[in-house]
């Protein structure tokens, strides 16, 4: 029997990271971007979004682990070859932009000795701005901020006009999520149902 859902791991690590994202991306475009590097709050919001980066690294090394533990529902085509293959390369893209902005945002804030700069009190790095790593993390937040309008929009457009219940695939109420865990941390059971498959 075909799954209706995805594993709620899968689910809980999938919404944790995109609202973790959205919100980086707007935290750096809407508020670091306006306050001068010489103001003590530059530093205080770049530990904040480092904060969140950070947890941003745990869960995507959760989801990459669990993808290849756990089954996935059967693919929804749109019935247009053209926008499934389209669909696909958004996700390998979004998983792969992540991943960069990650290795970028760890590049920056060692190389900048930011953690050590904020457990002391120092100055916002201005010599960020001129690393490479730097641009690269500004060119994946494009990147990124592109990439989900198509993603959203091809989850609206299956959940609207082709009425496929996509979305509700990775919807996942809070009882779910507590029973699901409460259910492994009492009988060590999987969360779903192991397969070889490699693909979320």
């Known amino acids: 029997m075909s799954l209706k859902h995805h594993s709620p791991v899968i689910r809980v690590m ?13 935290m750096s475009a809407f508020i670091m971007s306006k306050i001068p590097d010489a103001d003590p709050e530059k530093l205080a ?10 947890l941003v690294i745990l ?31 958004v996700h390998k ?45 500004v060119v994946g937040a494009w990147s990124i901020a592109a990439l989900l309008v198509l993603h959203i929009g091809g989850a609206f457009f299956h959940q609207l006009i082709l009425r496929d219940g996509l979305i509700w695939r990775m919807f996942i109420s809070p009882r779910e999520v507590f029973c699901a865990f409460a259910r492994w941390r009492e009988h060590g059971m999987p969360l779903a149902p192991r397969s070889n498959n490699n693909e979320i």
């Open 14 to 26: 999938h919404w944790s990271i995109a609202g973790l994202v959205i919100a980086m991306l707007a």
């Open 59 to 89: 869960f995507f090394g959760i989801r990459l682990h669990m993808r290849h533990r756990v089954r996935r529902p059967p693919a929804l085509s749109s019935g247009m070859a053209w926008a499934d293959r389209l669909a696909g390369i």
């Open 93 to 137: 893209l979004l998983d792969f932009l992540v991943g960069a902005m990650i290795i970028s945002g760890v590049g920056m804030a060692l190389l900048s000795h930011l953690p050590m700069r904020i457990l002391t009190g120092g100055q916002f790095p201005v010599e960020i701005k001129t690393m490479f790593f730097h641009g690269v993390h």
């Open 45 to 54: 919001a770049a530990g904040r979004h480092m904060a969140a980066g950070l």
